[in-house]
């Protein structure tokens, strides 16, 4: 079991997204370590299990409903936060997702094809900003206010969640892909921004783990594999998909100001090798 990091209890956190595969492990293991937790979701009702979660086992947690594309609904979430907690000190941006009418059917365009589905040519693209501004904007807009709260707090922290696709874009899924290298390169900017505040601000790459939204990709309704999958574990030295609580020593890590106090604007990959690997 990962142990309890002292600094930690007592502060308070938002996270963005929080009911998520990935995003609810963190909250739940913040609330473990005695982290005051928020829950932010689109609806109040889906964070709910989550804060109930923690409340269960003896933590503190609330969900609040929390749009990170509307800018009104994010400066509700911090004051109800700052009302109820203190000021928040932790930011999580987990929100996040895809369209299936920004992800193309093929991986590479086909001249010899007669017809495709969806090609690149084929995209909506009122989709493709849609996944732009949640991904990236809805990044840049809960760090701006929330950050802005944070100043003058010692050891306050953003973390961004960032993806395998912002280092080398996947195929089919050019908005996901551009929105996450986006949040690669405001992570480094707003870190140089923030620095003299002492707010730190990094971002975690989770690679290959099984989630609500990417389940239709990587799995076939019988829960075998897909040939998308079977390309994904080939090129994973560890041959396998992450298990979310994989993600939480790296993040207890990047928030505990006395053993990461003096990095920030890094992203870290997660990924059981997928970066590290060439291929031969």
Not at 123 to 140: H, K, P, Q, R, Y
Not at 166 to 191: E, M, Q, R
Not at 232 to 258: H, S, V, Y
Not at 264 to 270: D, L, Q, S, Y
Request: charged residues 20%; negative net charge; glycine residues 10%.
């Amino acid at each position: 079991m990962i142990p309890i990091f002292e600094n930690l209890r007592g502060r308070s956190a938002a996270i963005t997204g929080g009911s998520g595969v990935l995003s609810s492990a963190m909250a739940r293991e913040l609330g473990r370590q005695g982290v005051k937790v928020a829950i932010l979701n689109r609806t109040k009702e889906s964070g709910e299990k989550v804060a109930q979660d923690i409340i269960d086992a003896g933590g503190i947690a609330i969900a609040l409903p929390c749009d990170v594309t509307e800018t009104e609904s994010i400066v509700n979430a911090q004051g109800t936060i700052v009302d109820r907690f203190g000021a928040c000190e932790i930011l999580i941006n987990g929100a996040g997702g895809n369209l299936a009418n920004a992800i193309t059917t093929d991986e590479v365009f086909d001249l010899a094809q007669d017809q495709v589905e969806r090609s690149f040519f084929d995209l909506d693209m009122a989709a493709f900003s849609s996944v732009l501004e949640l991904n990236l904007a809805g990044t840049i807009g809960a760090s701006q206010i929330f950050a802005k709260g944070m100043i003058g707090h010692p050891g306050a922290t953003i973390i961004n969640i960032s993806s395998m696709s912002a280092f080398s874009p996947l195929t089919k899924v050019p908005a996901y892909s551009a929105s996450k290298a986006g949040i690669n390169n405001f992570t480094s900017w707003l870190a140089v921004y923030l620095a003299k505040t002492n707010i730190r601000v990094n971002a975690i790459a989770p690679g290959f783990f099984l989630t609500t939204q990417n389940r239709h990709l990587l799995t076939k309704e019988d829960g075998s594999l897909t040939e998308r999958s079977n390309k994904i574990i080939a090129k994973t030295p560890m041959a396998r998909f992450g298990d979310p609580n994989e993600l939480l020593g790296t993040l207890l890590w990047l928030l505990d100001e006395e053993l990461s106090g003096f990095i920030t604007g890094i992203t870290i990959p997660v990924d059981g090798g997928f970066m590290a690997y060439s291929g031969v």
